[in-house]
């Protein structure tokens, strides 16, 4: 009923940066928070991001002042803008928004199919 489609990963030297894309669409009717989750290689997920419809935003503290969050409530799109990025960022990255559907007055939470992001020393 609603995809997040992910887009912007790659292969990137240290020290250089990435912007992330996660666009939202199918049978939307409001999107609260959104947000970026990484996992590496052997390790659990982790947050990186949120930010909700309002702005407000979250960000894990190894990751402030490298990484922002930003989001486009007209197109329920959800932007990370990486950084200085270093070879532990490398992981997959995940898009995860908290949908209300025009379906049913719930709120669902979905996840993108994720991103590749591969940090080179």
């Known amino acids: 009923q609603v995809q997040l489609v992910e887009s912007g990963g790659g292969l990137v030297q240290a020290g250089g940066s990435l912007r992330l894309s996660c666009a939202a669409s199918g049978n939307i009717f409001s999107i609260n928070a959104m947000g970026w989750y990484r996992q590496a290689p052997g390790k659990q997920r982790e947050l990186v991001a949120t930010i909700t419809r309002g702005g407000s935003t979250n960000y894990a503290d190894s990751l402030k002042g490298r990484f922002t969050i930003s989001r486009d409530n007209a197109k329920n799109t959800v932007y990370l803008q990486m950084n200085s990025l270093k070879p532990e960022d490398t992981a997959v990255y995940y898009c995860?928004?908290?949908?209300?559907?025009?379906?049913?007055?719930?709120?669902?939470?979905?996840w993108g199919q994720g991103t590749q992001v591969t940090v080179s020393s």
């Open positions: 995860n928004a908290g949908v209300v559907l025009t379906t049913k007055p719930s709120l669902y939470d979905y």
